[in-house]
C-alpha cells in the first residue's frame, strides 16, 4: 500500500539558507501534518492543513510557512536557517472522517545546517 | 508542560517475556491513544490504538490498557522478541479548537529485548 512519502529525505543546508520539504499524503488523505523532532527529543508538532487550509499551528518558527496544494501535497519552507533548526522532520496524514482515524508517518526528512 | 508522559526513558527485557510500557497524560480532552514504534532515522509506524470508550484493544502479540480514571495507558507486548527492540511513542489525540485533531506525543521509552 502506498505511504506517505517525504523528500528529500536528506538535506545540508548553511545557516542562513533557505530548504523546502516536500510531502505526499496517502492518496486519498485529506489532512497533513508536519512534526519536528530534534536530537533525543519527542516530536514536536508544527502545522497542519485539511483541504488546502491551515488547521492547526503549533510551534512552528516564524521563519517556516506551509502549504497544502491542490493535489493534497504540502510544502515546508524554511527561512533563515540556524544550526538550531537541524531535526528530522517528519511527515503526516489521515482521512478525515471519523475521529480516530489512525495519522501515518513518512520516513522523515533530515535536516542539517552548518 | 508534558500533556503526555513516558517516564521511563528505557527498558530492557529477556526475549519471551512480557514488555510493558507505560503512559500517563494530563490533559482529560484526549480521547484516542496511539502507539508507535520507531527505529532510528525512520518515521514512527502505527502499532496500535485505543479509543477512551474502551479499556483493552488487542492485536496479536501487542495490548494496550487503558485507565480512564488514572489518565494512565500500557502497551503490553507478549511475548517478547529481539525485533520488538525500537523507540516506542505513545501518543493521545484531541480535538483542537479549530476544529482539527493533532497528535501530542511522549517522549518515547527506547526498549530492547535481549536475546
Known amino acids: 500500500a502506498a505511504g506517505v512519502i517525504q523528500s528529500p529525505r536528506h538535506l545540508i543546508k548553511e545557516k542562513r539558507e533557505t530548504a523546502t520539504l516536500k510531502c505526499y499524503p496517502i492518496?486519498?488523505?485529506?489532512?497533513v501534518y508536519w512534526y519536528q523532532q530534534g536530537p533525543g527529543q519527542d516530536p514536536q508538532f508544527l502545522i497542519s492543513?485539511?483541504?488546502?487550509?491551515?488547521?492547526d499551528k503549533g510551534s512552528i518558527p516564524d521563519r517556516f510557512s506551509a502549504q497544502q496544494f491542490s493535489d493534497y501535497h504540502s510544502e515546508l519552507n524554511m527561512s533563515s536557517l540556524e544550526l538550531g533548526d537541524s531535526a528530522l522532520y517528519f511527515c503526516?496524514?489521515?482521512?478525515?472522517?471519523?475521529?480516530?482515524?489512525?495519522?501515518?508517518f513518512g520516513e522523515g526528512s533530515w535536516l542539517t545546517v552548518v | 508542560d508534558q500533556q503526555v508522559k513516558q517516564n521511563s526513558p528505557s527498558l530492557s527485557v529477556q526475549e519471551g517475556r512480557i514488555s510493558i510500557l507505560n503512559c500517563d497524560y494530563t490533559?482529560?480532552?484526549?480521547?484516542?491513544f496511539l502507539w508507535y514504534k520507531k527505529y532510528p532515522a525512520e518515521g514512527p509506524t502505527f502499532l496500535i490504538s485505543?479509543?477512551?470508550?474502551?479499556d483493552k484493544n488487542e492485536d496479536g502479540r501487542f495490548t494496550v490498557f487503558l485507565n480512564k480514571s488514572a489518565k494512565h495507558l500500557s502497551l503490553h507486548i507478549v511475548p517478547s522478541q529481539p525485533g520488538d527492540s525500537a523507540v516506542y511513542f505513545c501518543a493521545a489525540s484531541a480535538y483542537s479548537q479549530g476544529g482539527s485533531e493533532k497528535l501530542v506525543f511522549g517522549k518515547g521509552t527506547k526498549l530492547t529485548v535481549n536475546p
Open positions: 503526516a496524514s489521515k482521512l478525515r472522517g471519523y475521529f480516530g482515524n489512525t495519522i501515518y
Open positions: 485505543i479509543s477512551s470508550i474502551k
Open positions: 490533559n482529560s480532552m484526549f480521547d484516542y
Open positions: 492543513f485539511y483541504e488546502k487550509m491551515q488547521s
Open positions: 492518496p486519498r488523505h485529506d489532512t
